[in-house]
Nanobody, 123 residues
Framework: VQLVESGGGSVQAGGSLRLACVVS????????LGWFRQVPRKEREGVAA????????YYAGSVKGRFTITQDNAKNTVYLQMNSLKPEDTAMYYC??????????????????WGQGTQVTVS
């Protein structure tokens, strides 16, 4: 399983970015796909996740109402739309997948597959 992120970049506070993650071996059934972020010297934290079967979504409190996670089954892709960005959103953002599961959420220890990350910088 490979995950490839794209869409990171630099943006001013208040702006928007959309991250994309293409997931190989993707199935819309019983998969949990998530976005995490990490800054140097801090633990990786969950941002948003979506359960592919049913579409239930989960968000960190710090991004709720500003970020939206969606999936496009036809393109094997999960997106993270980030609006009203703040400097504290600056981080490396990672896509992650947990396959064949009935669980979904923001516990990073439960995700087995990870992308290489894409940098988001908000100034």
């Amino acid at each position: 399983v490979q995950l490839v992120e794209s869409g990171g970049g630099s943006v001013q506070a208040g702006g928007s970015l959309r991250l994309a993650c293409v997931v190989s071996a993707y199935s819309y059934i019983e998969n949990c796909l998530g976005w995490f972020r990490q800054v140097p010297r801090k633990e990786r934290e969950g941002v948003a996740a979506v359960y592919a079967s049913g579409g239930n979504t989960y968000y960190a409190g710090s991004v709720k109402g500003r970020f939206t996670i969606t999936q496009d089954n036809a393109k094997n892709t999960v997106y993270l739309q980030m609006n009203s960005l703040k400097p504290e959103d600056t981080a490396m953002y990672y896509c992650a997948a947990r396959l064949t599961t009935t669980w979904c959420g923001l516990d990073r220890g439960r995700f087995a597959y990870w992308g290489q990350g894409t940098q988001v910088t908000v100034s």
